[in-house]
């Protein structure tokens, strides 16, 4: 159980062309999703918080026009990022979590590599 | 501000032996969980094992297992007959409880398993 999706695995673009990363709960309703993205060799940087039906939360920095974030149902959240440049390449992850048993826990999807060029 | 600290950055172990990962954290909070989570080389995260705080029982997965020191903020990870596929990783991360809680995460350590 608990198994989180994410669609395109890795996508490669041309600088200013948009992208749309999927994140799916497979076999729960997900009440909060989360997007983290990880530069080499480093941690997780939590982008955002969404939760079904209401607007992002965005961390301090994260540009909310620029990495947009829908969370249209309690099983899929998309986010995309608009006019990509090089620097947006990184490696970016979802995470769900439910207001069930166990509380607060985050299960992570399998990430999606992002290359501009 | 909570804070999670991973002073390892890199640790090795023979396959078969035991080897403990160290994780400070600092809170104000008094109900909290604490997580280890592995990223393999694939990058999945994985969740190894999870502590709520108000338990005082240390938890126990299988061959992973923590030592949780609430008063001293030390939650470190002990992996037990280590096994080639243990290599990764590891980032241990603290949430208070509550709505729109966060993950803080620690900067990781990685492990090697060596025969």
């Known amino acids: 159980g608990a198994v989180v999706s994410q669609h395109p695995s890795w996508v490669i673009c041309k600088s200013g062309t948009s992208v749309k990363i999927e994140c799916r709960s497979l076999d729960f309703q997900a009440t909060t999703m989360f997007w983290y993205r990880q530069f080499p060799k480093q941690s997780l940087m939590l982008m955002a918080t969404?939760?079904?039906?209401?607007?992002?939360?965005?961390e301090q920095g994260v540009e909310k026009d620029k990495f947009l974030i829908n969370h249209a149902s309690l099983t899929l959240s998309t986010l995309t990022v608009t006019s990509a440049h090089p620097e947006d390449s990184s490696f970016y992850i979802c995470s769900a979590s439910t207001s069930g048993v166990p509380p607060d826990t985050q299960y992570f999807g399998p990430g999606t590599r992002l290359t501009v060029l | 501000a909570q804070t999670v600290t991973q002073s390892q950055p890199e640790m090795s172990v023979q396959e078969a032996e035991t080897v403990t990962l160290s994780c400070t954290y600092d809170?104000?909070?008094?109900?909290?969980?604490l997580f280890w989570y592995k990223q393999p080389p694939s990058r999945q995260m994985i969740l190894v094992i999870r502590?709520?705080?108000?338990?005082?029982q240390n938890a126990t997965e299988n061959r992973f297992s923590v030592n949780f020191q609430k008063a001293a903020k030390s939650f470190s990870l002990k992996i037990s007959d280590s096994q080639l596929g243990d290599a990764a990783m590891y980032f241990c991360?603290?949430?208070?409880?509550?709505?729109?809680?966060?993950?803080?995460f620690g900067t990781g350590t990685r492990l090697q398993v060596t025969l």
């Open positions: 991360a603290y949430i208070p409880t509550g709505t729109a809680s966060k993950l803080t």
């Open positions: 502590q709520e705080a108000y338990k005082q």
């Open positions: 969404s939760n079904e039906g209401s607007k992002a939360t965005y």
């Open positions: 809170t104000s909070e008094s109900d909290y969980y």
